[in-house]
């Protein structure tokens, strides 16, 4: 099998790599239908994350069961299942408090943008699509549903978007725009959307942003003061990960209101006092995506929302290269990769 490679900065390859298989029982290997590039992916593509050599890539996946060790249970070959890109047991502590990211037999998966694919702990980490297969054209927002969106909707959810909510959006890249769409159904009356790139205005506005802000920094939070009556918003989602958006994240929060973070953040740091005084709810991570997993393919399967839009490249899984080219210049959304 070939699969996808770091090697360093901007050095993506396709290469031989061994062809996953069963290595504990609690295993699966499924056979991909698809995959994706992550803007994650990007930290170490552009060199501002360190990796220890050679690193096969990718944690968002969705196939066919090929094949399961001796004890699972509740996945059989053949099916189509979503998984997050953190494995989870769905039974320990954690898990039942729905933080399945913070699983006490975690592993965040990489390896993903490949044909096959290992996945631990399949029992507790893998969900089946009910009623069989599902059409090809559902695939891209199946798979929207293992980190992507899955993402945006904890951001959503740690923001504590409640119905006729006032709701800001930090960052328009591909979990930003499904933030809005998270929002949206979480009945959000006003969703300001921070971007200024045309065509992602766009998407935000067809997922149901009501307003657009193109301003950053104090002139963001400065808008989105004089938009709420200087008071704030009651939630907003914080999608990006850098100094400067988690400060515009805060700054544009109402006291008592939260901030739902989920952009990996890098070189963020807080001061204490000035946190203190800002009175805002702050709560965030890695996504249990887990949690949200039967809802968000339920709500794919039944036609209410239509995620895989953010995917606006889609490409043969052997010119992944290209895909992450395109998303590092800003000329894609998010890449779709077909094995
Ligand atoms: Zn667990």
Redesign the pocket.
């Known amino acids: 099998m070939k699969g996808t490679v770091l090697y360093g900065p901007s050095d993506i390859r396709f290469e031989d790599l061994e062809t996953p298989k069963i290595i504990e029982p609690t295993d699966a290997v499924l056979r991909l239908a698809a995959t994706c590039v992550c803007g994650s992916d990007l930290w170490p593509y552009r060199g501002l994350q360190p990796i220890g050599g050679p690193t096969p890539m990718g944690h968002e996946y969705c196939g066919f069961v090929e094949e399961v060790g001796s004890a699972v249970k509740s996945v059989k070959p053949g099916q189509f299942v979503v998984g997050s890109f953190a494995t ?8 039942q408090y729905g933080y ?1 990211s913070s ?4 592993e965040f998966m990489f390896r993903a943008q490949a044909p096959f694919l290992r996945v631990p702990q399949a029992d ?1 980490t893998l969900v089946p699509t009910a009623g069989g297969s599902p059409s090809d054209d559902l695939v891209p927002s199946l798979l929207a549903c293992s980190d992507v969106l899955g993402t945006g909707w904890f951001a959503a959810d740690a923001a504590n978007v409640m119905p006729g909510g006032t709701v800001v959006v930090v960052g328009d890249g591909a979990v930003g725009l499904l933030g809005v769409l998270s929002a949206k159904q979480m009945g959000a009356e006003r969703i300001i959307a921070m971007s200024r790139h045309d065509t992602r205005q766009k998407l935000a506005r067809e997922f149901g942003a009501t307003d657009i802000v193109a301003e950053r920094g104090d002139e963001a939070v400065a808008r989105i003061k004089d938009m709420t009556k200087g008071i704030g918003a009651d939630s907003v989602l914080e999608c990006v990960g850098t100094q400067e958006s988690m400060m515009q994240a805060i700054g544009a929060t109402r006291p008592g209101g939260y901030v739902g973070y989920v952009g990996v953040p890098h070189g963020v740091e807080f001061k204490g006092e000035e946190l203190f005084y800002r009175h805002v709810h702050l709560h965030g991570g890695p996504a249990p995506v887990r949690r949200f997993l039967p809802k968000l393919i339920d709500l794919v399967l039944n036609g209410t929302i239509n995620p895989g839009k953010v995917f606006d490249l889609t490409l043969p899984l052997d010119q992944v290269a290209e895909g992450y080219r395109a998303m590092d210049e800003r000329r894609a959304i998010k890449t779709l990769l077909r094995p």
């Open positions: 989870s047991d769905n039974t320990c502590a954690h898990c399945q699983c006490i037999h975690r507790g």
